[in-house]
């Protein structure tokens, strides 16, 4: 991915004073980091929203702050659902010289035989790999490649995903990523005695004995 460069300027507003900055299309934001002060910041709204859409959790992006540039990883961002706009974005600042830790997304790509041809189900149990390595190192997301799953209980671990030699994946080497799991199959018992005839399920039989039960109270009340 190329390099996102967001401008941003500081700000004094904060509190529920930063409405005013939204109605004028500031987008209010906040730069912390292990070695300086948090920085109250603002953004341009469209042009920070538009850039923003595109990284993910572990991408790099520099925030340039009155011409000081930051190296940031996007750390959270508030959302307003209803009006779909960004309210409000922490950023954390990163030393490309010092090591760090955080999460990437997995990505599941490729055509599994064992889906294809023999109807498995892939079942993911990891989402994301926890992983350490410098910023500059940290990738957008960790491709998985699904071939691997060729036969039904074919299982990807941890081990078997492949990642860059300067990333270290911090999860258990064993930990299953995904499986190819058997199809489920709905077992049905016959009518003894009728040939080709299915029962009905067992476990509505309680239901309908005492549906039965109650309509002849009911039956029974009148009468009276």
Same mark, same amino acid.
């Given at each position: 991915?190329?390099?996102?460069?967001?401008? +941003?300027?500081?700000?004094?507003?904060?509190?529920?004073?930063?409405?005013?900055?939204?109605?004028? /299309?500031?987008?209010?934001?906040?730069?912390?980091?292990?070695?300086?002060?948090?920085?109250?910041?603002?953004?341009?709204?469209? !042009?920070?929203?538009?850039?923003?859409?595109? %990284?993910?959790? !572990?991408?790099? %992006?520099?925030?340039?702050?009155? &011409?000081?540039?930051?190296?940031?990883?996007?750390?959270?961002?508030?959302?307003?659902?209803?009006?779909?706009?960004?309210?409000?974005?922490?950023?954390?600042?990163?030393?490309?010289?010092?090591?760090?830790?955080?999460?990437?997304?997995?990505?599941?790509? /490729?055509?599994?035989?064992?889906?294809?041809?023999?109807?498995? %189900?892939?079942?993911?149990?990891?989402?994301?790999?926890?992983?350490?390595?410098?910023?500059?190192?940290?990738?957008?997301?960790?491709?998985?490649?699904?071939?691997?799953? &060729?036969?039904? /209980?074919?299982?990807?671990?941890?081990?078997?995903?492949?990642?860059?030699?300067?990333?270290?994946?911090?999860?258990?080497?064993?930990?299953? %990523?995904?499986?190819?799991?058997?199809?489920?199959?709905?077992?049905?018992?016959?009518?003894? /005695? +009728?040939? &080709?005839?299915?029962?009905?399920?067992?476990?509505?039989?309680?239901?309908? !004995?005492?549906?039965? &039960?109650?309509?002849?109270?009911?039956?029974?009340?009148?009468?009276?």
């Amino acid at each position: 991915m190329e390099k996102v460069v967001i401008k +941003a300027t500081k700000r004094d507003v904060v509190g529920k004073q930063v409405k005013a900055l939204r109605r004028e /299309g500031k987008l209010p934001a906040v730069i912390y980091g292990r070695h300086n002060e948090p920085i109250n910041v603002s953004l341009d709204a469209h !042009s920070a929203s538009l850039a923003l859409v595109k %990284v993910t959790s !572990s991408s790099l %992006v520099t925030l340039d702050v009155d &011409g000081t540039e930051y190296p940031v990883l996007v750390r959270e961002k508030q959302r307003d659902y209803i009006k779909n706009r960004l309210l409000h974005v922490d950023f954390l600042a990163v030393s490309l010289n010092e090591k760090l830790r955080a999460t990437v997304s997995l990505h599941f790509f /490729g055509v599994s035989a064992a889906v294809k041809d023999f109807s498995a %189900v892939m079942v993911h149990n990891l989402e994301q790999f926890h992983v350490e390595c410098l910023p500059a190192d940290l990738p957008e997301r960790i491709e998985v490649d699904i071939a691997q799953l &060729g036969r039904v /209980g074919d299982a990807i671990r941890v081990r078997d995903v492949a990642v860059s030699d300067k990333l270290r994946v911090l999860e258990n080497p064993d930990t299953v %990523v995904a499986v190819a799991s058997a199809p489920k199959v709905e077992e049905v018992a016959a009518v003894p /005695g +009728a040939e &080709g005839a299915v029962a009905a399920p067992t476990a509505a039989e309680p239901e309908l !004995s005492v549906e039965r &039960g109650k309509k002849e109270e009911e039956s029974d009340e009148k009468k009276k």
